[in-house]
Nanobody
Framework: VQLQASGGGLVLAGGSLRLSCTASGRTFSNYAVGWFRQTPGNEREFVARISWSGDSTYYADYVKGRFTISRDNAKNTVYLQMSSLKPGDTAVYYC???????????????WGQGTQVTVSS
């Protein structure tokens, strides 16, 4: 599946942004989708995940209560609503799709290009 991330931009601390991850090429509803982020010189880190049906979500502790992941399979899109943004949330955000798990770990084999989120203080 091909993924396209969008919605990044520049926002003041405390503000909000909504990222979108739109898929094409395969049956999107067969895939769990995760959001990750990366800053220069650091490894990519997990942000949030949503199951193929949307009935299960999981968040990294550092975004829990501030970010919400959701999906609309009819639109082949997963959203990441980000609120109460902090300068530490500044990163390139990526979405990725997983169709399988290995020992309970999602296998993210399909990645979109990143979208830059910059939070200024």
């Amino acid at each position: 599946v091909q993924l396209q991330a969008s919605g990044g931009g520049l926002v003041l601390a405390g503000g909000s942004l909504r990222l979108s991850c739109t898929a094409s090429g395969r049956t999107f509803s067969n895939y769990a989708v995760g959001w990750f982020r990366q800053t220069p010189g650091n490894e990519r880190e997990f942000v949030a995940r949503i199951s193929w049906s949307g009935d299960s979500t999981y968040y990294a502790d550092y975004v829990k209560g501030r970010f919400t992941i959701s999906r609309d399979n009819a639109k082949n899109t997963v959203y990441l609503q980000m609120s109460s943004l902090k300068p530490g949330d500044t990163a390139v955000y990526y979405c990725a799709a997983a169709r399988t798990t290995v020992f309970g770990r999602y296998q993210y084999n399909d990645w979109g290009q990143g979208t830059q989120v910059t939070v200024s203080s």
